[in-house]
C-alpha cells in the first residue's frame, strides 16, 4: 500500500458504492426515482428563474450587467458562507470520525497520502451540493446572454478553485477546534454555531422586506437599498473574485488576475491545511478516541415532570427515557432553533402581507389563502413528522433489545413514542394556523374550520409517521437523516401528501359553497347541508383511518420482530 498513490485509498469508498448500486435495497429504486425527479425538478426551476431574470435584465443594459455582476456575486457569496461550515462539519467525519481510520492510522501509509484522501473526501462531501446547483445557474445565464464556450469553460474551471478554499479553511479550523475540545464534543459546538448562523441568515434576509421593492412609495429609496446589497461584496473574498471571473467571461474576455487569485489561494490553502495536518493531527487523533461523556442522566426536572403528567408509571418511565434520549442528541434539539425561525419568518410573512391594494377581491383572497395557508401549514407538519417522530423507533439503535425482552408491552411502547412526538408537534401546528390567519384577516368561519381541521390532520400525521416508523425500523442507522430518507420515510410522505390533499379536496369545496351564497346573499338548499356535512364526515373518517391503522399495524410489526 506504501508504494500507491493517494487515490488509492479512495477506493474502497468507491468500491462500497459500486456494492450498493449493484445489492439494492427495497426500496432504493424508488427513492432514487423520487429524489432524482426531485432533483431534476429544482434544477429545471433554478434554470428557468434564471434564465428569465437574465433574459429581461438584458433591455436594461448598463443596469443589467451591474445586476449580473451584483447577483453571481451575492451567489457566491452565499455558497461561499454554506461551504465553510459545511467544511468544518465535514472535516470532522473524513478526518476524526469516519470508521475507517481506525485502520489507516494504524497502517504503515504516509501522512500525505492519508492527508489527500481524507481531503479529497471532505471537499466532495462537502460541496456536492453547489457543485449540483451552481451548473443550472451558469447554463442560464450563459444561454439567456448568448455566450461562448469560453463563458462555460471558465464558469466551470472556477468551481474547483472556490470550493477548495472554504473546505481547506474549515479542515484547518476543525483541526485546531478537535485540539481544543474532544472531537465529539467540537461537532455538538459546530452544529450549534451552524444552526444560529443559519438563523441569523434567514431573519436577517426576511427583515430586509424585499417586497418592498413592489411597492412604489419606496422607488426613492432604491439607491440606499443597492447601497445595502452592495456592502457585503467585498474585493478580499473568493466569491468576489469567482463572480468577476464568470461575469468577465460572459463577456467574452478573461479576468486573469481574479482567476488567478483564485487558483492561488485555494493552492496556498490546501498547501496550509497539509503543514496543519502534520503538525496536529495525531494529537486531535488521540483526543477523538474519548467517550463521550453522558449529560441529563440524572434530569431531576424530567423526573418532576413525568411525576407530575398522567397514566401509570410504565408510560411515565417510557417518556422519560425518550426526553433524555433527546436531549442527549446535540443533533436532534438543536435543530429546533432552525425550526423556530423558520416558524417566525413563516408568521412574519403573513405579518406584513398587504392585500389591501386589492380593493375589491382582497376578501376573496383572504380566503383562498386561509387554505393555502392550511397545506402549508400541514406540509410543515409532515416535514417535521418525517424528521423527529418516524425515526423515533429506529433511534433505540441496537438497545431496542433491551426494550424487546423487557416486559414492556409493544402497545405501551408505541403509544408512547406517539404522544411524545405529539404534543409539541399540535402545539407547532395550531400556533401555525391560528396566528396566521389572525394576520391574514381571513373571515372566522375559516379561523376555526382550519384550527379544527389542523387538529385532526396533526393527529393522523404524527400516527402515521409513528406506526410507519415502526413498521420499516432501521436499527443499524448511522444517524436519523438516514431513517427519513429510507424507504419507509418515502412512503410515509407520499402517503402524507395525498393525505393533505384529500383533506384540502373535501374542505375547500362546502367552504366555498357556504362563501358562495354568503356572497349572494342567499341560504343554502338542504341538498347543499348534506353534501357538506357528509364532506366533514369523510375528511374525520379519512383522519381516523389514517391515525388509527398505521399504528395498530406498527404494534404487530414491533411484536412480530421477536
Not at 455582476?69 to 452565499?78: A, D, E, H
Not at 410543515?380 to 433505540?396: C, I, N, Q
Request: with cysteine; glycine share 6%.
Amino acid at each position: 500500500m506504501t508504494s500507491q498513490p493517494f487515490p488509492y485509498l479512495l477506493l474502497p469508498t468507491l468500491w462500497a458504492a459500486r456494492n450498493r448500486a449493484r445489492h439494492r435495497e427495497p426500496g432504493d429504486s424508488a427513492r432514487v426515482v423520487l429524489f432524482g425527479g426531485i432533483g431534476l425538478g429544482v434544477a429545471a426551476v433554478i434554470f428557468a428563474v434564471v434564465f428569465w431574470l437574465t433574459w429581461q435584465l438584458d433591455y436594461y443594459e448598463e443596469l443589467g450587467d451591474y445586476l449580473i455582476r451584483l447577483g453571481l456575486s451575492w451567489l457566491f457569496l452565499t455558497f461561499l458562507s454554506f461551504l465553510a461550515f459545511s467544511g468544518v462539519v465535514t472535516a470532522l467525519s473524513t478526518f476524526f470520525l469516519s470508521e475507517d481510520l481506525r485502520l489507516l492510522v494504524a497502517a504503515p501509509v504516509s501522512r500525505t497520502r492519508l492527508f489527500y484522501s481524507c481531503f479529497v473526501k471532505t471537499v466532495a462531501q462537502a460541496s456536492w451540493m453547489v457543485v449540483t446547483f451552481m451548473p443550472p445557474v451558469l447554463l442560464a445565464v450563459g444561454m439567456a446572454r448568448c455566450a461562448g464556450p469560453l463563458y462555460y469553460a471558465v464558469g466551470l474551471l472556477s468551481l474547483l478553485p472556490f470550493v477548495v478554499i472554504p473546505v481547506a479553511l474549515g479542515s484547518v479550523v476543525t483541526l485546531f477546534l478537535v485540539n481544543v475540545f474532544p472531537a465529539r464534543r467540537a461537532r455538538d459546538v459546530l452544529m450549534l454555531m451552524g444552526l444560529l448562523f443559519a438563523v441569523s441568515l434567514v431573519l436577517m434576509l426576511r427583515f430586509l422586506r424585499p417586497e418592498r421593492l413592489l411597492s412604489i412609495e419606496t422607488l426613492p429609496d432604491l439607491t440606499a437599498f443597492f447601497a445595502t446589497l452592495q456592502s457585503p461584496v467585498t474585493p478580499l473574498l473568493p466569491s468576489f473574485w469567482a463572480g468577476e471571473t464568470v461575469f468577465t467571461a460572459l463577456r467574452g474576455g478573461v479576468d486573469w488576475l481574479h482567476a488567478g487569485a483564485l487558483s492561488t489561494t485555494a493552492l496556498a490553502l490546501t498547501v496550509l491545511a497539509r503543514a496543519a495536518f502534520d503538525r496536529w493531527y495525531f494529537s486531535g487523533w488521540t483526543k477523538a478516541q474519548e467517550a463521550r461523556k453522558a449529560r441529563f442522566t440524572r434530569g431531576r426536572a424530567l423526573d418532576v415532570l413525568a411525576r407530575a403528567l398522567p397514566g401509570g408509571p410504565l408510560r411515565r418511565s417510557l417518556l422519560l427515557k425518550d426526553l433524555k434520549v433527546f436531549l442527549r442528541d446535540t443533533t436532534q434539539w438543536s435543530q429546533l432553533l432552525l425550526l423556530v425561525a423558520l416558524v417566525l419568518v413563516y408568521l412574519y410573512n403573513f405579518r406584513v402581507l398587504d392585500l389591501e391594494r386589492i380593493p375589491y377581491m382582497g376578501a376573496m383572497v383572504k380566503n383562498i389563502y386561509a387554505f393555502v395557508n392550511l397545506g402549508m401549514a400541514a406540509f410543515v407538519l409532515s416535514a417535521v413528522a418525517v424528521r423527529f417522530v418516524f425515526p423515533a423507533v429506529s433511534a433505540e439503535g441496537p438497545a431496542f433489545w433491551i426494550i424487546r425482552s423487557a416486559p414492556v408491552p409493544m402497545r405501551s411502547f408505541l403509544w408512547s413514542k406517539f404522544w411524545t412526538g405529539l404534543v409539541p408537534i399540535l402545539l407547532m401546528a395550531e400556533a401555525l394556523t391560528v396566528v396566521s390567519n389572525h394576520f391574514l384577516g381571513a373571515d372566522p368561519v375559516l379561523r376555526a374550520v382550519g384550527a379544527v381541521a389542523i387538529f385532526f390532520m396533526s393527529f393522523a400525521l404524527v400516527g402515521l409517521a409513528t406506526g410507519m416508523g415502526a413498521q420499516y425500523p432501521r436499527f443499524n442507522a448511522e444517524n436519523t437523516t438516514q431513517v427519513a430518507a429510507s424507504y419507509g420515510g418515502i412512503a410515509f410522505m407520499v402517503l402524507a401528501v395525498l393525505y393533505i390533499l384529500a383533506m384540502i379536496a373535501l374542505l375547500a369545496w362546502p367552504s366555498s359553497v357556504y362563501f358562495w351564497h354568503r356572497f349572494r346573499e342567499t341560504s343554502l338548499a338542504p341538498g347543499e347541508w348534506l353534501w357538506m356535512g357528509l364532506c366533514a364526515a369523510v375528511a374525520v373518517g379519512l383522519s381516523a383511518v389514517t391515525f388509527w391503522a398505521p399504528m395498530r399495524k406498527g404494534v404487530q410489526a414491533l411484536e412480530e420482530l421477536g
